[in-house]
């Protein structure tokens, strides 16, 4: 158990049958009146952000949501394969599962799935990864000064914005954060 007097970043709890984590909290002793928690917390399985105040006294239970590092195989329709290095299980995760930045990721690539209780609710692929552009526009030397961008087509699928020097065929690192360019390769 942890009581809401102990919320710190990262932490994570069941409440009302959902798992959170505390994503911002604030220990608030207003002049008058009783302290409370202010804190935003995130519905670890549907990833809503919700601002919530706590007495600093209520008790939740602490869960654990499991981390498992695994390798990205291939899909199948709208299923994704998994492999576990250390017992060569594979698990399907269905593409509801995974997040917006999976674009990123190509076959043979690590990743961590997250599951609460068995149940696999997230898959976050690597912060950095090095993609090869496979199309874009040709660049021009001494396109540097002004800072302009143009759409590349990565080797996933995925298209980012490039700085107009970079050309077809070059690799490049992206953060899968944010989704963008970081530097060649």
């Given at each position: ?14 409440m ?41 006294t209520?008790?939740f ?14 899909n ?10 250390e017992?060569y ?23 961590k ?16 990864v ?7 526009e ?11 961008s ?11 914005k ?6 077809e ?5 992206i ?7 970081m530097?060649?390769?």
């Amino acid at each position: 158990m942890i009581s809401a007097g102990e919320f710190r970043n990262g932490v994570t709890f069941e409440m009302d049958g959902n798992v959170f984590q505390i994503v911002e909290f604030q220990h608030v002793k207003p002049g008058k009146g009783a302290a409370f928690v202010r804190t935003k917390v995130k519905n670890a399985i549907t990833g809503a952000v919700l601002d919530k105040t706590f007495n600093p006294t209520e008790k939740f239970p602490t869960a654990f949501i499991e981390r498992k590092e695994m390798q990205y195989l291939y899909n199948d329709g709208s299923l994704y394969y998994f492999m576990d290095l250390e017992t060569y299980e594979q698990l399907p995760i269905n593409e509801s599962v995974l997040s917006d930045n999976f674009k990123f990721v190509k076959e043979n690539e690590m990743c961590k799935i997250l599951s609460y209780k068995g149940n696999v609710f997230g898959v976050e692929p690597p912060n950095f990864v090095e993609l090869v552009i496979t199309e874009t526009e040709p660049g021009f030397k001494g396109d540097t000064a002004t800072g302009a961008s143009k759409p590349a087509t990565l080797e996933t699928g995925a298209v980012v914005k490039v700085p107009l020097f970079i050309d077809e065929g070059e690799k490049i690192r992206i953060d899968t954060r944010t989704g963008e360019y970081m530097e060649r390769a």
